[in-house]
């Protein structure tokens, strides 16, 4: 009898996510209501209240549905031998999912609590990390790997939410691209940074590899990894 209870109430968590995110695709956030939700998935509104504790709680699920779609379309694609233009295709399968969703888009990244973010918000933001560093093993890196994925984070929702706010026939077709490429400008290089002289640069790559050599004890690979986000993280003088 457990072994049934759990599957109807997965059933019905279910039948109750897709609805609000119907609900909201259709309506918006305002749309997605009790009532409204418990009728279109055929429950109780009690039943909401006990698997989702509240409005929030459901908004919170439709959220986490929402970002494994996405993270299900970015992993789907196969990355090629230049990571810098897979970054030009991740960018762009973003700006579209949000185009495409706009108020699931606009409740996951514009609806966000101060100083929260969900498991799955977390695990795209750990894919876009992976990308980068890959561009820094690549050598094509030319700033640390934490503020080029910060940078690219902030430019895309940015842009994204810039879009979605713009009526359809005023939008800036070339805005995305132009943000794009100034991302991509400020944090890469045309060739892999071992041609280039300087230390940031060679800093950068050296820290991207640096998890893969066994030379160094736990200590010594803290200790480099300081000196090399120093050294990455300098003015050039």
Same mark, same amino acid.
């Given at each position: 009898?457990?072994?049934?209870?759990?599957?109807?109430?997965?059933?019905?968590?279910?039948?109750?996510?897709?609805?609000?995110?119907?609900?909201?695709?259709?309506?918006?956030?305002?749309?997605?209501?009790?009532?409204?939700?418990?009728?279109?998935?055929?429950?109780?509104?009690?039943?909401?209240?006990?698997?989702?504790?509240?409005?929030?709680?459901?908004?919170?699920?439709?959220?986490?549905?929402?970002?494994?779609?996405?993270?299900?379309?970015?992993?789907?694609?196969?990355?090629?031998?230049?990571?810098?233009?897979?970054?030009?295709?991740?960018?762009?399968?973003?700006?579209?999912?949000?185009?495409?969703?706009?108020?699931?888009?606009?409740?996951?990244?514009?609806?966000?609590?101060?100083?929260?973010?969900?498991?799955?918000?977390?695990?795209?933001?750990?894919?876009?990390?992976?990308?980068? !560093? +890959?561009?820094? @093993?690549?050598? &094509?890196? /030319?700033?640390?790997?934490?503020? *080029? %994925?910060?940078?690219?984070? $902030?430019?895309?929702?940015?842009?994204?939410?810039?879009?979605?706010?713009?009526?359809?026939? !005023? +939008?800036?077709? @070339?805005?995305? &691209?132009? /943000?794009?490429?100034?991302?991509? *400008? %400020?944090?890469?290089?045309? $060739?892999?940074?071992?041609?280039?002289?300087?230390?940031?640069?060679?800093?950068?790559?050296? !820290?991207?590899?640096?998890?893969?050599?066994?030379?160094?004890?736990?200590?010594?690979?803290?200790?480099?990894?300081?000196?090399?986000?120093?050294?990455?993280?300098?003015?050039?003088?």
């Amino acid at each position: 009898m457990e072994g049934e209870d759990t599957t109807a109430a997965d059933g019905n968590r279910e039948r109750i996510v897709a609805a609000a995110a119907r609900l909201l695709s259709d309506g918006g956030p305002g749309a997605v209501s009790t009532r409204a939700v418990s009728a279109a998935a055929g429950v109780q509104p009690p039943t909401i209240y006990r698997l989702f504790g509240d409005k929030q709680g459901l908004l919170d699920a439709v959220v986490a549905h929402g970002f494994t779609e996405y993270l299900s379309s970015k992993t789907a694609q196969e990355p090629t031998a230049d990571p810098v233009e897979d970054l030009r295709a991740g960018w762009d399968l973003h700006i579209g999912l949000g185009l495409a969703n706009p108020a699931l888009y606009a409740l996951m990244y514009g609806g966000q609590r101060p100083g929260t973010s969900s498991p799955a918000a977390v695990a795209a933001f750990e894919m876009l990390a992976r990308l980068i !560093r +890959r561009i820094a @093993e690549a050598g &094509r890196l /030319a700033v640390p790997e934490e503020r *080029a %994925a910060a940078l690219v984070h $902030a430019a895309g929702c940015g842009t994204t939410l810039t879009l979605i706010a713009t009526p359809e026939d !005023r +939008r800036d077709p @070339e805005l995305s &691209r132009t /943000a794009r490429e100034a991302v991509i *400008a %400020a944090i890469t290089t045309e $060739a892999p940074a071992a041609t280039e002289p300087g230390p940031v640069a060679a800093a950068v790559t050296l !820290r991207a590899a640096l998890p893969r050599t066994g030379a160094l004890t736990a200590a010594e690979s803290g200790l480099m990894r300081e000196w090399l986000d120093r050294i990455a993280d300098a003015s050039p003088c």
